[in-house]
DNA sequence: CTGAAAGCGCTTACAG
DNA sequence: CTGAAAGCGCTTACAG
């Protein structure tokens, strides 16, 4: 004695339209609304569906459609783990987005120098279309895919032009948690650490900082602005000058830099906030944990990969959409600011 | 003008077949090397493929042999973010181990009570197997993937009996960290704070430790021994007590446990590790940025996660293979236990 | 060792 | 509105 389901093949195009009477070519239309088809029959094809539990083979599908109803996802292997949470979390919104429109997402780890798998996929004719949750530097990933003729979306900034980009709006952002700290506790004489200026995220955050100040009393002090800070040795100096200057209050640019910070002053004994204020542009869990936890903006990374794999899905069935979609941000005042 | 490449509709068997002068069936049999086939007809048909730059449609293939060359990876939606980076890693080595197989791996987000993403990709037949990354602690996933007949292993442990399971040695992995401290600094008084007894993770750490003992001129004291360390609550209530007793050493369940213990005793202004030696039985990115950095278990979750790929391309080729797979573990002896 | 043909389970012109 | 048939690009008995 087997179990039941397991030795019931499971029922197929033909199934449904033997037990209907009907040829496949209806029933196959009934599903996909291809085509004129009566009420009534489809009707009653759809009923049969539910009873037999029909599901169709999506490779069969694939095949006569030529086309996989898989999404690529390009992540990179070479990653820092503090950004890992950043990139689980976008995985999990593409994941759950692609779940709704009945696709699938195909994983592609790359590496700076090293885009075999996203060849290998390409020539496999695995997917649809891809998404890159980071572009590479040099804009090496969006040339494969376009020379390739795969669809794409990046998360993000990309060096390369025409790409549809799915992004955070890291200036209004940045503008607003500046003008915040700026009104909150006047006269606030800010500092501003920021990483590597190549990374176009940091030339967003310069520059919502920067025009944060332009309706504001206060005026920039160039001497309290760090930037290109993106190796420990940068660091230590650029925040010995900083403290010279003695800031009532110091944004990082992300939490790396930000836990760097806080390690600094935590040795130095410089109390939080009575002493110094801090700020940063980037939350993560890290600094909600932190005592007291870090006023810092909040960008929903699993949003920013339901929005991409949402684009993408409208690239490939030919809806009209944006070629850039900006998502918001929330600013969370926490401890570090009071 | 077009570009070379685009206008060139890409080259299947037949096109290879006809170049030859040969039949499909036949390319087809050099490629898969099945069936017996001249070794001179093999190379032309070799020669051939490279030189127009052939590759199969995986899709045509799946459908015919009714594989997909797929497997799907069960990735918690709800995991704690500190666990990202393990994850993470542990998706790497799956990518990059699936495509040596030309596998592609396809994402499966769930959570504590929806296996709606798993449901699906199992009735759209679009897995050949899966691998659980984390088990739920009901069995609820093995049992779905057990009923629809789907091959899986999992990674780490599993309450679901049967199943294929590649793990870390963590009993000897803890038994050698806690050897190498009694070992170290003797006598060494060692506190241990281990997290929610129910995970058989902590089971083996618990088992791991009491067995280095065995050995040991030190016999174990049950009064620094805190289990069930699960919430804040738990923890302050256990550190509170175990200081009491002034132990030379605390032993921490993992990273998380160890990131809090950090804190207090930073607080407290313990001095690590002149007042207090300190380790964990989990490593992570943040226990090696701690200064003093911390002394812990270190686990491959890259290999974890190439090896369950490994195993589970063996189970859908049927391959001969253990139905256990153990990994070593490295001990990361730094300075919070000098 | 090789080829002709059927088949994998769908979709989609085409004809009615 | 519906059906018969060809096709998607492979694999694999079967026959030779």
Redesign the interface.
């Known amino acids: 004695m087997t179990n039941n389901?397991?030795n019931q093949r499971?029922p197929q195009l033909e199934d449904i339209a033997e037990a209907l009477g009907i040829s496949k070519s209806t029933v196959s239309r009934a599903i996909s609304g291809k085509g004129r088809i009566r009420a009534e029959t489809r009707e009653k094809v759809f009923a049969c569906i539910k009873e037999m539990n029909y599901?169709?083979?999506?490779?069969?599908k694939?095949?006569s459609e030529r086309r996989?109803y898989?999404i690529g996802?390009v992540?990179p292997?070479d990653?820092n783990?503090?950004e890992?949470?950043f990139?689980?979390?976008c995985?999990?919104g593409?994941?759950?987005e692609?779940?709704v429109h009945?696709y699938?997402?195909?994983?592609?780890?790359t590496e700076k120098d090293n885009l075999?798998?996203l060849q290998?996929?390409i020539?496999?004719?695995?997917v649809d279309g891809v998404i890159v949750t980071r572009p590479a530097s040099d804009g090496s990933i969006e040339e494969l895919l376009d020379?390739s003729?795969m669809p794409f979306v990046v998360v993000g900034r990309s060096v390369h032009s025409n790409s549809i980009i799915i992004d955070s709006d890291h200036v209004n952002g940045c503008k607003a948690l500046t003008s915040y700290l700026l009104l909150a506790n006047p006269p606030e004489k800010l500092g501003l650490i920021l990483g590597n200026m190549e990374h176009t995220v940091n030339k967003s955050r310069y520059a919502g900082f920067m025009s944060a100040f332009s309706g504001a009393e206060q005026h920039i002090d160039e001497r309290l602005l760090f930037t290109g800070v993106d190796s420990d040795l940068k660091f230590s100096k650029a925040v010995a000058l900083l403290l010279k200057e003695k800031p009532s209050c110091i944004i990082c640019g992300d939490d790396v830099i930000c836990?760097k910070l806080l390690?600094l002053l935590?040795e130095k004994g410089i109390a939080i906030p009575s002493q110094m204020r801090v700020a940063s542009f980037y939350d993560?869990?890290?600094l909600d944990?932190c005592?007291p936890p870090v006023t810092s903006l909040y960008f929903d990374a699993a949003k920013l990969g339901s929005a991409s794999a949402d684009r993408l899905i409208d690239l490939l069935t030919d809806t009209e959409a944006e070629d850039t979609v900006s998502l918001g941000f929330e600013l969370l005042i926490r401890g570090s600011t009071l």
């Open positions: 389901k397991s499971k599901r169709p083979n999506m490779i069969a694939s095949l996989t898989n996802v992540v292997m990653q783990e503090m890992a949470p990139f689980q979390t995985l999990n593409i994941a759950k692609c779940a009945d699938d997402a195909v994983l592609i780890g075999s798998q290998r996929v020539q496999n004719r695995k020379s003729d836990m390690a935590n993560s869990v890290y944990s005592s």
